[in-house]
């Protein structure tokens, strides 16, 4: 039937191609920049795929049921441009002509969330398709969950278009070889092997077999003629066959699509310049007139061309309809009999669905426990009223505690668990929960050691760039991870994380903390979280206060970045410092306070002064920050404030100010024991305390 319907409009298809061609060749021009060659060798490629081969609905560009398609090669993104315009998404010839300026919707690399059609941000190359292995795994799940005899409402694919600087990145060979393991058949890329990098031709750096290195991933691999219709369409219908056997049965497809670099022009064919060096206005008429368009002012297309674009898509819409029919009719039935299943529908696909912690769940949030062990305990409660949750851990989930209770492990055969083997891939766990959590359905998180975010961090910024709510579980988060020494030990990680703009980190010092950073990144819809947690231990901070915290300063101390755990003693004559402290070191911050407040010292010029201490726990600094009123009337300017934290100190100028300072390391760790590394690092009330006095100049 597909190898039909594309024999039956080859010829629209090459109408449509030569447009595509027309579109990126004139606004790589008039931009004076982007990446021309994908859009003129991958013309073919993308047609195939919005003309043919995909089910979608340019009206309804977030329909459930969508093929989902990622353009891996984010740099050829007027490829894409070109097809959503000519396809019919809110996409005009005006926002194309405004390729790369600003204020526009055609971005240099493709955006989720700015342009209308762009499932997922791409351009870091290998993301996008490690992404999309994310995507083809949640319609898996969701298929499980919803998926009937006598109906299919979750039936739909992801393509990909990946070249060669994807597929030698290495996230996307963690990503692709988990998609091969779990069989994932309903995910289908097709490889650009034109074998030119930006450098030059790929035999420079890259002699490896691909399609040998896929087919041992458990991939099916297909060759095709990347700039024929007929060939791709005979690949792409093999693939179709394979998507369609019961899950285990096979893997995803890789087409191997040989095609020519700068394919429609004439002085640029074949070399592998085209790539990413812009074409002169010359180049461009040449290229028009060979491919028979005689006006060659600049963005014109012939009507004819438009004419073959606007037939060809609605056959695209047909499956849409279809599935309307059959969700009312779907709808109707659970209605009246399976009431549950119904609601478990509406759950799924409400992005903003709220659950907070049930009251008899606090219980839990009292003690002395590490803070990972508390971050397993919230994440199972929430976990239980939430089904959306799904996620797992980079081989590390006994140490993570992340596995959900009551549910299965996914696997080949069976998608209908929560947890999720990723395996040692820290790098495509990462983009593999986005790729989840921006098809619907889900909100997926993934752990690891905390020093192991270095191997997680392109993903992650990209979660922010794209303000997707992942969660990010990062544990054994300072120096007290001991024993296994400096390279298991994160010093400058939440420095580094907190840099990374519209990530919301959170780095709590007990368990109640903990729970409230959870239920919180759980209710944050536009933004990911990263949670800091201890290996260690850590006391129930109550057990240093005069009386419990109340629980509303604690969940709007998390909101806003900071609360108060200790105020200023009454005695007016005293000398007034504030102590500011995250994570592990809160405790410390008050055991010091206790040690140091209303004992007699001697300043500099021999006078006897007292301290009088205000302790400030703040579980996310950059919060603060971004709250002044808080910041300032927690943090008076005019006194000496100083922070501490088991790591760097980076992230703590800008709340200390010139006058203060702060407590932290300017070293890796070392392999001891964690208690004898904080007697190393000065990590103890007796040596905090000393850095205080020097600082204020006392004795």
């Given at each position: 039937?597909?190898?039909?319907?594309?024999?039956d409009?080859?010829?629209?298809?090459?109408?449509?191609?030569?447009?595509?061609?027309?579109l990126?060749?004139?606004?790589?021009?008039?931009?004076?920049?982007g990446?021309?060659?994908?859009?003129?060798?991958?013309?073919?490629?993308?047609?195939?795929?919005?003309?043919?081969?995909?089910?979608?609905?340019?009206?309804?560009p977030?329909?459930?049921?969508r093929?989902?398609?990622?353009?891996?090669?984010?740099?050829?993104?007027?490829?894409?441009?070109?097809?959503?315009?000519?396809?019919?998404?809110?996409?005009?010839?005006?926002?194309?002509?405004?390729?790369?300026?600003?204020g526009?919707?055609?971005a240099?690399?493709?955006?989720?969330?700015?342009?209308?059609?762009?499932?997922?941000?791409?351009?870091?190359?290998?993301?996008?398709?490690?992404?999309?292995?994310?995507?083809?795994?949640?319609?898996?799940?969701?298929?499980?969950?919803?998926?009937?005899?006598?109906?299919?409402?979750?039936?739909?694919?992801?393509?990909?278009?990946?070249?060669d600087?994807?597929?030698?990145?290495?996230?996307?060979?963690?990503?692709?070889?988990?998609?091969?393991?779990?069989?994932?058949?309903?995910?289908?890329?097709?490889?650009d092997?034109?074998?030119?990098?930006?450098d030059?031709?790929?035999d420079?750096?890259f002699?490896?077999?691909?399609?040998k290195?896929?087919e041992?991933?458990?991939?099916?691999?297909?060759?095709?003629?990347?700039?024929?219709?007929?060939?791709?369409?005979?690949?792409m219908?093999?693939?179709?066959?394979?998507?369609?056997?019961?899950?285990?049965?096979?893997?995803?497809?890789?087409?191997?699509?040989?095609?020519?670099?700068g394919?429609?022009?004439?002085?640029?064919?074949?070399?592998?310049?085209?790539?990413?060096?812009p074409?002169?206005?010359?180049?461009?008429?040449d290229?028009?007139?060979?491919?028979?368009?005689?006006?060659?002012?600049?963005?014109?297309?012939?009507?004819?061309?438009?004419?073959?674009?606007?037939?060809?898509?609605?056959?695209?819409?047909?499956?849409?309809n279809?599935?309307?029919?059959?969700?009312?009719?779907?709808?109707?039935?659970?209605?009246k009999?399976?009431?549950?299943?119904?609601e478990l529908w509406?759950?799924?696909?409400?992005?903003?669905?709220?659950?907070?912690?049930?009251?008899?769940?606090?219980?839990?949030?009292?003690?002395?426990?590490?803070?990972?062990?508390a971050?397993?305990?919230?994440?199972?409660?929430?976990?239980?009223?939430?089904?959306?949750?799904v996620?797992?851990?980079?081989?590390?989930?006994?140490s993570?505690?992340?596995t959900?209770?009551?549910?299965?492990?996914i696997?080949?055969?069976?998608?209908?668990?929560?947890?999720i083997?990723?395996?040692?891939?820290?790098?495509?766990?990462?983009?593999?929960?986005?790729?989840?959590?921006l098809?619907?359905g889900?909100?997926a998180?993934?752990?690891?050691?905390?020093?192991?975010?270095d191997?997680?961090?392109?993903?992650?910024?990209?979660?922010?760039?794209?303000?997707?709510?992942?969660?990010?579980?990062?544990?054994?988060?300072?120096?007290?991870?001991?024993?296994?020494?400096?390279?298991?030990?994160?010093?400058?990680?939440?420095?580094?994380?907190r840099?990374?703009?519209d990530?919301?980190?959170?780095?709590?010092?007990?368990t109640?903390e903990t729970?409230?950073?959870?239920?919180?990144?759980?209710?944050?819809y536009?933004k990911?979280?990263a949670?800091?947690?201890t290996?260690?231990?850590?006391?129930?901070?109550d057990?240093?206060?005069?009386?419990?915290?109340?629980?509303?300063?604690?969940?709007?101390?998390l909101?806003?970045?900071?609360?108060?755990?200790?105020?200023?003693?009454?005695?007016e004559?005293?000398?007034?410092?504030?102590?500011?402290?995250?994570?592990?070191?809160?405790?410390?911050?008050?055991q010091?306070?206790?040690?140091?407040?209303?004992k007699?010292?001697?300043?500099?010029?021999?006078?006897?002064?007292?301290?009088?201490?205000?302790?400030?726990?703040?579980?996310?600094?950059?919060?603060?920050?971004?709250?002044?009123?808080t910041?300032n009337?927690?943090?008076?300017k005019?006194?000496?404030?100083?922070?501490?934290?088991?790591g760097?100190?980076?992230?703590?100028?800008?709340i200390?100010?010139?006058?203060g300072?702060?407590?932290?390391?300017?070293?890796?760790?070392?392999?001891?024991?964690?208690?004898?590394l904080?007697?190393?690092?000065?990590?103890?009330?007796?040596k905090f305390g000393?850095?205080?006095?020097?600082?204020?100049?006392?004795?």
């Amino acid at each position: 039937m597909f190898m039909k319907f594309v024999s039956d409009h080859k010829k629209d298809l090459e109408n449509i191609a030569v447009a595509v061609r027309i579109l990126g060749m004139d606004a790589v021009l008039k931009a004076k920049s982007g990446h021309v060659g994908l859009p003129l060798g991958g013309a073919e490629m993308g047609t195939l795929l919005y003309f043919a081969a995909m089910n979608h609905n340019p009206s309804n560009p977030n329909w459930i049921d969508r093929d989902r398609f990622v353009l891996s090669a984010g740099h050829g993104s007027m490829l894409q441009y070109a097809l959503l315009h000519l396809s019919g998404y809110s996409l005009s010839k005006e926002e194309i002509i405004q390729f790369r300026q600003l204020g526009s919707s055609t971005a240099g690399h493709p955006e989720y969330g700015h342009t209308p059609g762009i499932e997922c941000t791409t351009g870091p190359l290998g993301q996008g398709i490690s992404h999309a292995v994310g995507m083809a795994l949640a319609e898996r799940m969701l298929a499980s969950r919803f998926n009937e005899k006598d109906s299919s409402l979750i039936d739909h694919r992801t393509f990909v278009i990946a070249g060669d600087g994807c597929l030698m990145e290495g996230v996307s060979s963690e990503a692709c070889s988990f998609a091969g393991h779990h069989k994932l058949n309903r995910l289908i890329t097709l490889y650009d092997a034109n074998n030119i990098t930006i450098d030059g031709t790929i035999d420079i750096s890259f002699t490896e077999n691909v399609a040998k290195r896929y087919e041992s991933y458990g991939w099916n691999v297909l060759h095709a003629d990347g700039n024929d219709f007929l060939s791709l369409a005979k690949a792409m219908e093999k693939a179709f066959e394979n998507s369609n056997l019961p899950n285990g049965e096979t893997g995803p497809t890789l087409i191997v699509c040989k095609g020519i670099p700068g394919k429609g022009s004439p002085k640029w064919e074949g070399k592998p310049k085209i790539h990413g060096n812009p074409m002169t206005a010359e180049d461009v008429i040449d290229a028009k007139k060979h491919l028979g368009i005689e006006n060659t002012t600049p963005f014109y297309i012939p009507d004819s061309l438009i004419e073959s674009a606007h037939k060809l898509i609605h056959f695209r819409k047909e499956k849409y309809n279809k599935w309307e029919v059959s969700f009312k009719e779907t709808e109707q039935k659970w209605q009246k009999s399976n009431s549950n299943k119904l609601e478990l529908w509406k759950t799924h696909f409400n992005d903003q669905f709220v659950v907070s912690l049930k009251s008899e769940s606090w219980a839990l949030a009292k003690g002395k426990m590490a803070t990972r062990v508390a971050s397993g305990k919230a994440l199972c409660e929430l976990a239980a009223e939430n089904p959306r949750l799904v996620g797992g851990s980079a081989d590390l989930a006994g140490s993570n505690l992340t596995t959900l209770p009551n549910t299965s492990f996914i696997n080949s055969k069976d998608f209908s668990g929560r947890n999720i083997h990723f395996g040692v891939r820290e790098h495509g766990m990462a983009a593999i929960c986005n790729g989840i959590t921006l098809h619907g359905g889900f909100q997926a998180y993934c752990a690891t050691f905390a020093v192991f975010s270095d191997y997680m961090r392109p993903a992650i910024r990209l979660a922010a760039i794209m303000k997707t709510p992942t969660l990010f579980i990062l544990t054994h988060d300072s120096y007290a991870v001991g024993e296994d020494g400096p390279t298991h030990q994160p010093i400058e990680h939440a420095a580094s994380l907190r840099a990374i703009p519209d990530l919301q980190v959170y780095r709590p010092a007990d368990t109640l903390e903990t729970f409230v950073a959870w239920e919180n990144a759980v209710a944050t819809y536009n933004k990911p979280t990263a949670l800091l947690l201890t290996r260690q231990d850590l006391e129930d901070l109550d057990n240093h206060l005069q009386a419990p915290r109340k629980m509303e300063n604690v969940k709007e101390g998390l909101v806003k970045g900071a609360y108060m755990l200790k105020d200023f003693s009454e005695n007016e004559k005293s000398e007034k410092i504030v102590l500011i402290a995250s994570g592990s070191e809160v405790s410390l911050a008050l055991q010091t306070a206790r040690e140091l407040e209303n004992k007699s010292l001697e300043n500099a010029s021999g006078n006897k002064v007292t301290l009088s201490i205000r302790v400030i726990s703040s579980c996310a600094p950059q919060l603060l920050v971004e709250n002044p009123v808080t910041l300032n009337n927690l943090l008076p300017k005019e006194l000496p404030i100083i922070a501490i934290e088991a790591g760097s100190t980076q992230s703590w100028g800008e709340i200390v100010g010139r006058n203060g300072a702060i407590f932290g390391m300017k070293s890796f760790g070392a392999s001891a024991p964690a208690q004898d590394l904080a007697k190393h690092f000065g990590f103890t009330p007796e040596k905090f305390g000393l850095f205080i006095l020097n600082h204020l100049k006392l004795r």
